[in-house]
């Protein structure tokens, strides 16, 4: 999905200051978001409390919402630069379309990965004849700077690895985790993973103690230690961790993000991922012209003109701040 907020923050993330150095239990609540004209998603990164886990900047849980009777999910093409999206959906059908010819439609448990690295155009909708609840994930990994202008590229990734125990059942959606690697492609040490509990779960999973983590639970409700976590809140875990309890007294699916803290300073603003506030300018000024020429981004079939203006620019310079290592 897309950040469409008319009037979106520009977000100085990244560098090693907000890391510490052991494990927390922060229980950081998320906020409502209203993404188009209907759908309210809970924003759960950046948060007031925290901006990045690892190289992951952005995570919006949406749903289940019943969409029987309306149109769903309607984005129309719009940019990003140097950043992947991660799109995981619990329920419902979604269909990608993007400037590299991607046309894809993809249901729960296959991983929607879209490099964006110089520049991508794409559109999410609820396909005719969608299923009646929409239920899912819309997560943004930052590319270092090493790769930030790879060119633009899609996977789809219909099956996953993973590896169950008692009680617990895990999907990797990206980098390694229990023993299980995902084929989608990241290009920073850094781990995503589905986790379904059942009912009377008392587990232990494995973490990397360099990696700091997060969790966040889509269904159910879950202990994390003795904090309970339930839907619209993310608990920061900090990093120094090898292992970690969960128990659920109901059938309960997380999503557990981790990886090692992202020191290199960046600018997030709208769909954008940057250096610079001067970079980010270019980007938004290069989207609006593109529809008169040029090709950063490119055209996304099945729209003819219909595309996300970028929002106004804040008056604000915008620069990366914060301690340098
Ligand atoms: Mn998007």
């Given at each position: 999905?897309?950040?469409?907020?008319?009037?979106?923050?520009a977000?100085?993330?990244?560098?090693?200051?907000?890391?510490?150095?052991?494990?927390?239990?922060?229980?950081?609540?998320?906020?409502?978001v209203l993404?188009?004209?209907?759908?309210?998603?809970?924003?759960?990164?950046?948060?007031?409390?925290?901006?990045?886990?690892?190289?992951?900047?952005f995570v919006?849980?949406?749903?289940?919402?019943?969409?029987?009777?309306?149109?769903?999910?309607?984005v129309?093409?719009?940019p990003h630069?140097?950043?992947?999206?991660?799109?995981?959906?619990?329920?419902?059908?979604?269909?990608?379309?993007?400037?590299?010819?991607s046309?894809?439609?993809?249901?729960?448990?296959?991983l929607?990965?879209?490099?964006?690295?110089q520049?991508?155009?794409?559109?999410?909708?609820?396909?005719?004849?969608?299923?009646?609840?929409?239920?899912?994930?819309?997560?943004?990994?930052?590319?270092?700077e090493?790769?930030?202008?790879?060119?633009?590229?899609f996977?789809?990734?219909?099956?996953?690895?993973?590896?169950?125990?008692?009680?617990?059942?895990a999907?990797?959606?990206?980098?390694?985790?229990?023993?299980?690697e995902?084929?989608?492609r990241a290009?920073?040490?850094?781990?995503?993973?589905?986790?379904?509990?059942?009912?009377?779960?008392d587990?232990?999973?494995?973490?990397?103690?360099?990696?700091e983590?997060?969790?966040?639970?889509s269904?159910?409700?879950?202990?994390?230690?003795?904090?309970?976590?339930?839907p619209?809140?993310?608990?920061?875990?900090?990093?120094?961790?090898?292992?970690?309890?969960l128990?659920?007294?109901?059938?309960t699916?997380?999503?557990?993000?981790?990886?090692?803290?992202?020191?290199?300073r960046?600018?997030?603003w709208?769909?954008?991922?940057?250096?610079?506030?001067?970079?980010?300018?270019?980007?938004?000024?290069?989207?609006?012209a593109e529809s008169?020429?040029?090709?950063r981004?490119?055209?996304?079939?099945?729209?003819?003109?219909?595309?996300?203006?970028?929002?106004?620019?804040?008056?604000?310079?915008?620069?990366?701040?914060?301690?340098?290592?």
């Amino acid at each position: 999905m897309s950040n469409t907020d008319r009037r979106p923050a520009a977000r100085e993330l990244g560098g090693r200051a907000q890391t510490p150095g052991g494990p927390v239990l922060d229980l950081l609540p998320g906020k409502q978001v209203l993404l188009g004209e209907s759908t309210v998603v809970r924003r759960l990164l950046p948060t007031l409390g925290r901006r990045m886990v690892g190289a992951w900047a952005f995570v919006d849980h949406y749903g289940p919402d019943d969409i029987a009777t309306g149109p769903g999910m309607q984005v129309p093409p719009h940019p990003h630069t140097g950043l992947q999206t991660v799109s995981w959906l619990l329920e419902g059908e979604v269909q990608h379309r993007d400037s590299v010819g991607s046309d894809l439609r993809f249901g729960p448990g296959e991983l929607a990965l879209m490099t964006a690295g110089q520049g991508i155009a794409h559109s999410e909708q609820s396909p005719a004849g969608h299923p009646r609840y929409l239920h899912g994930a819309q997560l943004w990994v930052v590319l270092p700077e090493a790769d930030r202008s790879v060119p633009a590229a899609f996977e789809h990734h219909p099956t996953l690895p993973g590896f169950t125990s008692d009680g617990l059942a895990a999907t990797v959606l990206m980098g390694s985790f229990g023993g299980a690697e995902s084929p989608g492609r990241a290009y920073t040490p850094l781990m995503g993973a589905d986790l379904h509990l059942t009912a009377g779960a008392d587990v232990e999973i494995p973490l990397e103690p360099d990696f700091e983590y997060a969790l966040l639970t889509s269904s159910g409700a879950a202990r994390v230690d003795d904090t309970p976590l339930t839907p619209g809140a993310m608990l920061y875990l900090g990093t120094g961790r090898r292992t970690l309890r969960l128990r659920a007294a109901e059938a309960t699916r997380l999503l557990l993000l981790g990886g090692e803290p992202f020191e290199e300073r960046i600018v997030m603003w709208w769909n954008f991922v940057g250096r610079s506030g001067e970079e980010i300018s270019g980007f938004a000024e290069q989207w609006d012209a593109e529809s008169r020429g040029g090709d950063r981004f490119g055209a996304v079939a099945g729209w003819d003109d219909v595309r996300m203006p970028a929002p106004p620019l804040p008056s604000m310079p915008l620069k990366p701040r914060g301690r340098v290592r």
